[in-house]
C-alpha cells in the first residue's frame, strides 16, 4: 500500500502536506452560500461531445470501476441504497473476472438513528456479493456539521459543497494509498428532464392526450416566460427565514434560470446540463480534495464522463427508462431484484446536529454572515431548532470560521 502523510492529526487528518486546492471558481459563491447550494454551469467544464464513445453504459461503468480496482486497497462507501449498491455489485463482479482483490465495502453508521439505519439491506447486498470484508464504522456525534471530523476539513479546506463533505472523510483516511468509489450521481443519471412530457410527445412518439396541453404549453414556451412562470411558482426558499427578502428573490429568479435552462432532450441533458453544472463539479472537487488528503484515487462511477456520454447514446432524447428497470438491464442479475426496486432512502441528517453544532449556534455573536442578505435574528432561531434546515449548514461552516480565527494561537 502506498503511505502518504502521517495520519496523526485531528480526526485522523493528515498534518505536514499541502492540502489538494478546490479550484477557486468550483468554491460557493456568497450567494450560493446563503442556501448551501451550487447553482448553473461551470464555465471551465466543457459539455461532453455527443460523438466519441461506443461504449454500452456498462462497458463504461466497468472501465471506470476496473481503474479503482488496479489500486488496492479498493473501498466502496457503501450505504445500502440502490446506488451504492450498484457500484458494489460492479466492482465485485469485475474483481471475480479479472481476478482482482475484492472491493471493500465501507460503511458510516449510526446506532439509535433510525432514520439512518440500513443494515438490513446492506447485508442483504454484502451476503447475495458474497464478500467477505467489510469496514463498518459506528459514530455518535463525531460526524456532527461542527464535530472533529468536520472541524478538521474546515481548517484544511475550508466551506466546501456539499456541506456534509466531512461524510466520507474517514473512508478515505481508511482506503489510505489506494482508492474509492462512490455512488453519487445515481438521482441525476436516472432523473426525468423537467419538461418530460413535452420530451416524450417530441421525440418519444407519445401520442398527446387532453391532460397533456398544459404541460404541453410549458415546455414548449419561450425560455423566458418559462423562467419567469417557475420563479413565480418557486416556494423553495420562502422557507428560509434567514435569508433576507431581496436575497431570497434573486436567489429564486436564478434558480429558475437554471432550470429553465436545462434541454428538452434527456442525452443533451446529460452532456450539457448536468455534466458541466456547478452542483456536480463543486462536489466532484470537494471529493478530490478529501482525497488528496490520503493519496487516494477516487471516482463516481454513476457520475464519470465516459459513463455519462455512453448513457446519453444509449437513453437518446427520452432516456434510459425507469430506474429499477434501467439498472436492471445494465447490472443484469447482479443484485436481487428487492434492491433495484426499492423507493426507501435513509437520512443522516440527525447525525450532522447531534452536539457541537447546536453548542456553537447557542453562544454564535452573529459574526461571519453578511446582515445584508441574513437575517441573523432569523438564522439563531433556525438554528435553535432540534433539527435545523440542512441549507443553512454552509453559513453555520462560514461562521465558524469566522469564530475560529479568533482561536488561532
Given at each position: 500500500?502506498r503511505?502518504r502523510a502521517?495520519?496523526?492529526?485531528?480526526?485522523?487528518?493528515?498534518?505536514?502536506?499541502?492540502?489538494?486546492?478546490?479550484?477557486d471558481?468550483?468554491?460557493?459563491?456568497?450567494?450560493?452560500e446563503?442556501w448551501?447550494?451550487?447553482?448553473?454551469?461551470?464555465?471551465?467544464?466543457?459539455?461532453?461531445?455527443?460523438?466519441?464513445?461506443a461504449?454500452?453504459?456498462?462497458?463504461?461503468?466497468?472501465?471506470v470501476v476496473?481503474?479503482?480496482?488496479?489500486?488496492?486497497?479498493?473501498?466502496?462507501?457503501?450505504?445500502?441504497?440502490?446506488?451504492?449498491?450498484?457500484?458494489?455489485?460492479?466492482?465485485?463482479?469485475?474483481?471475480?473476472?479479472?481476478?482482482?482483490?475484492?472491493p471493500?465495502?465501507?460503511?458510516n453508521?449510526f446506532?439509535?438513528?433510525?432514520?439512518?439505519?440500513?443494515?438490513?439491506?446492506?447485508?442483504?447486498?454484502?451476503?447475495?456479493?458474497?464478500?467477505?470484508?467489510?469496514?463498518?464504522?459506528?459514530?455518535?456525534?463525531?460526524?456532527d456539521?461542527l464535530?472533529?471530523t468536520?472541524?478538521?476539513?474546515?481548517?484544511?479546506?475550508?466551506?466546501?459543497?456539499?456541506?456534509?463533505?466531512?461524510?466520507h472523510?474517514?473512508?478515505?483516511a481508511r482506503?489510505?494509498?489506494?482508492?474509492l468509489?462512490?455512488?453519487?450521481?445515481?438521482?441525476?443519471?436516472?432523473g426525468?428532464?423537467?419538461?418530460?412530457?413535452?420530451?416524450?410527445?417530441?421525440?418519444?412518439?407519445?401520442r398527446?392526450?387532453?391532460?397533456?396541453?398544459?404541460?404541453?404549453?410549458?415546455?414548449?414556451?419561450?425560455r423566458r416566460?418559462?423562467?419567469?412562470?417557475?420563479?413565480?411558482?418557486?416556494?423553495?426558499?420562502?422557507?428560509?427565514?434567514?435569508i433576507?427578502?431581496?436575497?431570497r428573490?434573486?436567489?429564486?429568479?436564478?434558480?429558475?434560470?437554471?432550470?429553465s435552462?436545462?434541454?428538452?432532450?434527456?442525452?443533451?441533458?446529460?452532456?450539457?446540463?448536468?455534466?458541466?453544472?456547478?452542483m456536480?463539479?463543486?462536489?466532484?472537487?470537494?471529493?478530490r480534495a478529501?482525497?488528496g488528503?490520503f493519496d487516494v484515487?477516487?471516482?463516481?462511477?454513476?457520475?464519470?464522463?465516459?459513463?455519462?456520454a455512453a448513457c446519453?447514446?444509449?437513453?437518446?432524447?427520452?432516456?434510459?427508462?425507469?430506474?429499477?428497470?434501467?439498472l436492471?438491464?445494465?447490472?443484469g442479475?447482479?443484485?436481487?431484484?428487492?434492491?433495484?426496486?426499492?423507493?426507501?432512502?435513509?437520512?443522516?441528517?440527525?447525525?450532522?446536529?447531534?452536539?457541537?453544532?447546536?453548542?456553537?449556534?447557542?453562544?454564535?455573536?452573529?459574526r461571519?454572515v453578511?446582515?445584508?442578505?441574513?437575517?441573523?435574528a432569523?438564522l439563531?432561531?433556525?438554528?435553535?431548532k432540534?433539527?435545523?434546515?440542512?441549507?443553512?449548514?454552509?453559513?453555520?461552516?462560514r461562521?465558524w470560521?469566522?469564530?475560529a480565527?479568533?482561536?488561532v494561537?
Open positions: 500500500m503511505a502521517t495520519l496523526t492529526g485531528p480526526a485522523g487528518s493528515p498534518v505536514g502536506d499541502p492540502p489538494v486546492a478546490v479550484p471558481r468550483l468554491r460557493l459563491t456568497a450567494a450560493e446563503l448551501a447550494i451550487p447553482m448553473g454551469l461551470d464555465g471551465g467544464t466543457e459539455p461532453l461531445s455527443a460523438i466519441g464513445t461504449l454500452t453504459p456498462r462497458a463504461a461503468l466497468e472501465q476496473l481503474a479503482a480496482l488496479l489500486r488496492p486497497p479498493c473501498l466502496v462507501s457503501f450505504s445500502g441504497g440502490v446506488d451504492s449498491s450498484a457500484v458494489l455489485a460492479l466492482a465485485a463482479d469485475v474483481a471475480r473476472r479479472e481476478g482482482l482483490a475484492p471493500i465495502p465501507a460503511t453508521r446506532p439509535g438513528l433510525d432514520e439512518a439505519d440500513e443494515s438490513r439491506w446492506q447485508e442483504q447486498v454484502v451476503t447475495h456479493l458474497r464478500l467477505e470484508d467489510w469496514i463498518r464504522l459506528e459514530w455518535r456525534d463525531e460526524l456539521m464535530g472533529p468536520a472541524t478538521a476539513v474546515l481548517e484544511r479546506h475550508g466551506v466546501l459543497a456539499p456541506f456534509n463533505a466531512h461524510f472523510h474517514p473512508l478515505l482506503a489510505a494509498g489506494g482508492s468509489l462512490t455512488g453519487i450521481g445515481g438521482d441525476e443519471l436516472f426525468a428532464v423537467h419538461r418530460a412530457t413535452a420530451g416524450h410527445v417530441l421525440f418519444g412518439g407519445r398527446p392526450r387532453a391532460g397533456d396541453l398544459p404541460a404541453l404549453a410549458f415546455g414548449l414556451a419561450p416566460l418559462r423562467t419567469a412562470v417557475m420563479a413565480a411558482r418557486h416556494r423553495g426558499f420562502h422557507g428560509f427565514a434567514w433576507r427578502h431581496g436575497a428573490r434573486r436567489l429564486t429568479w436564478a434558480d429558475a434560470a437554471w432550470d435552462g436545462q434541454p428538452l432532450r434527456w442525452d443533451r441533458s446529460l452532456r450539457e446540463w448536468w455534466w458541466p453544472s456547478r456536480l463539479q463543486c462536489c466532484l472537487a470537494s471529493m478529501l482525497a488528503d484515487h477516487t471516482d463516481s462511477p454513476l457520475a464519470a464522463p465516459g459513463v455519462l446519453a447514446r444509449a437513453g437518446g432524447a427520452v432516456g434510459l427508462g425507469h430506474r429499477p428497470r434501467a436492471r438491464g445494465i447490472l442479475d447482479l443484485l436481487p431484484d428487492a434492491v433495484f426496486g426499492r423507493a426507501s432512502k435513509a437520512s443522516f441528517n440527525a447525525a450532522f446536529w447531534s452536539g457541537a453544532a447546536g453548542e456553537f449556534a447557542a453562544r454564535w455573536d452573529g461571519g453578511d446582515p445584508h442578505s441574513v437575517d441573523v432569523a439563531r432561531a433556525e438554528w435553535a432540534p433539527r435545523p434546515d440542512a441549507h443553512s449548514f454552509a453559513l453555520l461552516h461562521a470560521l469566522a469564530s480565527a479568533d482561536r494561537v
